[in-house]
């Protein structure tokens, strides 16, 4: 069975408690993601969305001058680079969340994302047709 190490993004891109709004909000409009995981000394403390700066920025405050701490998610779940693909994503769906920080000894080594595990599991069913297409055309030339 494959787990998140197999097929997790490991070029992730981030922020720090040093951060502001503004540049969260440029790094995601470069890097197109909604979504960035905020590091304090390489341990993972929050995540930062689109939607929390819209929500908790844009209305009424001043994204050069808010700090990153004051609007990031710290009810974090996150998945472990051993954690099966099956379980990856049985979590996503419970916990209703598109991406999934993957953490290790404290520190963030990875990401994956809805799109990651659809095509893990495309691939997975494609690769599992070709091997039965394989079996049985072998299957054929032996009688």
Same mark, same amino acid.
């Given at each position: ?23 969260? /909000? ?16 390489g341990k993972l ?81 494609? /690769? ?16």
């Open positions: 069975m494959s787990t998140l190490r197999d097929i997790m993004s490991t070029d992730v891109f981030f922020c720090t408690v040093e951060d502001n709004i503004y540049e969260a /909000a440029v790094k995601m409009k470069d890097n197109d993601v909604g979504v960035i995981p905020v590091l304090d000394n403390v929050g995540v930062i969305t689109d939607r929390d700066i819209v929500i908790r920025c844009v209305a009424g405050k001043k994204p050069n001058s808010t700090r990153i701490t004051d609007v990031i998610s710290t009810h974090l779940i996150t998945g472990s680079p051993d954690m099966l693909v099956d379980e990856a994503e049985e979590l996503m769906g419970n916990e209703q969340i598109r991406r999934l920080p993957i953490v290790e000894n404290d520190k963030l080594i990875g990401i994956i994302a809805l799109a990651d595990l659809a095509i893990h599991k495309q691939t997975s069913s494609e /690769a599992g047709i070709a091997l039965s297409s394989i079996s049985e055309d072998r299957d054929q030339i032996r009688h």
